[in-house]
């Protein structure tokens, strides 16, 4: 079983509020990711890191950022939530150079009404 | 850009038969291959990987081909069972792009007892 959690499982919240998504991973993984699932089933990857102060982004543009400042912790923030950012949000983390398992969490389904 | 191509986006079978899903992409420079199984409510989870080093690979009833000339790589899937129902994706690592791991758009296959 992966080492990683993500919380709320599940956000439910008004329009105009600032959101964190939280993960974290127990495994040591230089690298984390965040992804924007689709209903429709696609992965769309928004941030990425290779470490410890190192934020990219991803290939889909997003209004959330996010932080490193530990290895363990990748938070995902909105400043201002709107109904567009309703999604479910998946956090993943793996080793080095990105050419090994990458272990996802179970997610996080965020409605903005 | 990257981009990674996944075919059928759906995919009914009969228990007992085989399942088939298949993946181009537009690097040629990539050179590490997974496929990913997502169930309800749950992350992906890694099933089976390939690099370009070999042709082929296999684990019980799933197996992976990978043609690098073609850029295409297929997901096998024999004997399938109830619980092979879910979301699979492929992957690709785009190494041009900073080793980032690009995934298709899924295939939901339905095992029909």
């Known amino acids: 079983e992966a080492d990683i959690y993500q919380t709320p499982r599940y956000l439910v919240i008004g329009t105009g509020k600032k959101i964190t998504l939280e993960c974290s991973q127990t495994?040591?993984?230089?690298?984390m990711y965040w992804y924007q699932q689709d209903p429709g089933m696609e992965l769309h990857l928004i941030h990425y890191?290779?470490?410890?102060?190192s934020t990219e982004k991803g290939d889909l543009s997003s209004e959330s950022t996010v932080s490193r400042i530990r290895t363990e912790h990748f938070p995902l923030t909105l400043e201002s939530a709107r109904p567009s950012h309703t999604s479910q949000y998946l956090c993943?983390?793996?080793w080095g150079q990105g050419d090994t398992e990458a272990f996802f969490g179970q997610g996080t389904r965020l409605t903005v009404v | 850009g990257e981009n990674v191509e996944q075919h059928p986006s759906t995919l009914s079978v009969q228990e007992g038969d085989s399942a088939v899903i298949k993946c181009t992409y537009s690097?040629?420079?990539?050179?590490?291959f997974p496929w990913y199984k997502q169930e309800l409510g749950k992350g992906p989870q890694l099933i089976i990987d390939?690099?370009?080093?070999?042709g082929e690979k296999k684990d019980q009833r799933i197996a992976v081909t990978l043609n690098k000339t073609a850029k295409h790589f297929s997901l096998h899937i024999t004997e399938t069972q109830p619980e092979d129902s879910a979301v699979y994706f492929c992957?690709?690592?785009?190494?041009?792009?900073?080793?980032?791991?690009?995934f298709g758009g899924g295939t939901r296959v339905l095992v029909k007892p």
């Open positions: 495994m040591g993984h230089d690298k």
């Open positions: 690097d040629s420079a990539s050179n590490y």
């Open positions: 390939i690099r370009s080093n070999v």
């Open positions: 890191s290779y470490g410890v102060n």
């Open positions: 992957a690709a690592l785009f190494k041009a792009a900073g080793n980032k791991l690009t």
């Open positions: 993943a983390s793996s």
